[in-house]
């Protein structure tokens, strides 16, 4: 049993991490708070000065600020779905004994470690190109028009990019959680007479609702903030546009630090808010 001096040591050891972690997030946190307030053009004199809510308002009163934030929880919300439907079904899969079951794992994780630039320079060239890219060949086999897909499916294109950069990370957790399951429940119940469906339903999920809620705040935290597959795709346009390049997008052309520090703020809170939500939601089955 831990004692008052070893409670004491522990708390010294983990000081500095504690310290360095605040710092690493607050000191960030604290100087975007206050350029918020301010107007700061780097390239135009510096700081001119305290422009109190003047920034927040201008910002929220773009006309593109509430498209954005309506497509960055389009995509939020459609790429959590794909990803733990099919990363459930995935898991299930990789869990049956196959041939080469090691190699058919590594090759369906690996793209969780391909860079989200590559990744969405690999798709837009190699899949989605109209005259070149692998669609339009399988089109022009059928005999249809190769579609545009960065111009005439989007919000559609940005999904199956992220979803398939995100499915792996999804699909291990999943997988760690179905080969946790105790193979002696399935069993009595498989004997009992239950058919697969019921033993999906009333045992397999139930059981992967710790692992769901997990990869669904995960990937909430890092969806909200998707810049990278954006900007190297659609550049923004063809209603594209998220809260977190709409900030890009501002400070690259107002040059003002003080109006994007503004919109991170909103990003902050846009984000504390879902995670509010998720939490109330889905994240009762932590407590399970």
Do not use: C
């Not at 899969?93 to 969780?112: E, H, K, S, T, Y």
């Not at 002696?184 to 007479?193: F, I, P, R, T, V």
Request: hydrophobic share 55%.
């Amino acid at each position: 049993m831990a004692t008052q001096n070893t409670r004491s040591a522990a708390r010294f050891m983990l000081a500095p991490a504690v310290i360095l972690l605040l710092g690493w997030m607050l000191v960030p946190l604290t100087m975007t708070l206050w350029f918020s307030f301010r107007k700061y053009l780097p390239l135009r004199g510096g700081d001119q000065g305290w422009v109190g809510f003047d920034n927040y308002v201008r910002f929220v009163s773009s006309s593109s600020f509430w498209p954005s934030v309506q497509t960055t929880l389009i995509i939020v919300g459609s790429v959590l779905i794909i990803t733990v439907v099919l990363g459930i079904l995935f898991a299930l899969l990789l869990d049956q004994p196959i041939w080469g079951q090691g190699v058919v794992r590594i090759l369906v994780i690996a793209p969780f470690f391909v860079m989200p630039t590559v990744s969405a320079l690999v798709w837009k060239n190699m899949f989605m190109d109209s005259s070149n890219g692998l669609f339009a060949h399988l089109w022009r086999a059928f005999g249809a028009t190769p579609v545009e897909w960065l111009s005439q499916a989007s919000i559609e294109s940005i999904i199956l990019i992220v979803s398939w950069q995100w499915l792996p990370f999804a699909t291990l957790i999943l997988l760690t959680a179905v080969q946790s399951l105790d193979g002696e429940q399935l069993e009595a119940s498989e004997m009992d007479g239950a058919k697969p469906l019921q033993r999906f339903f009333y045992i397999i999920l139930p059981h992967l609702g710790r692992a769901i809620t997990i990869v669904i705040l995960i990937q909430t935290i890092f969806l909200l903030a998707i810049f990278a597959e954006i900007f190297v795709t659609t550049g923004g346009a063809f209603g594209t546009k998220t809260l977190s390049y709409l900030i890009f997008q501002r400070v690259l052309e107002s040059q003002n630090i003080g109006l994007g520090s503004a919109g991170g703020i909103y990003a902050v809170i846009l984000a504390n808010i879902v995670a509010i939500f998720l939490m109330r939601i889905v994240g009762k089955n932590l407590d399970a």
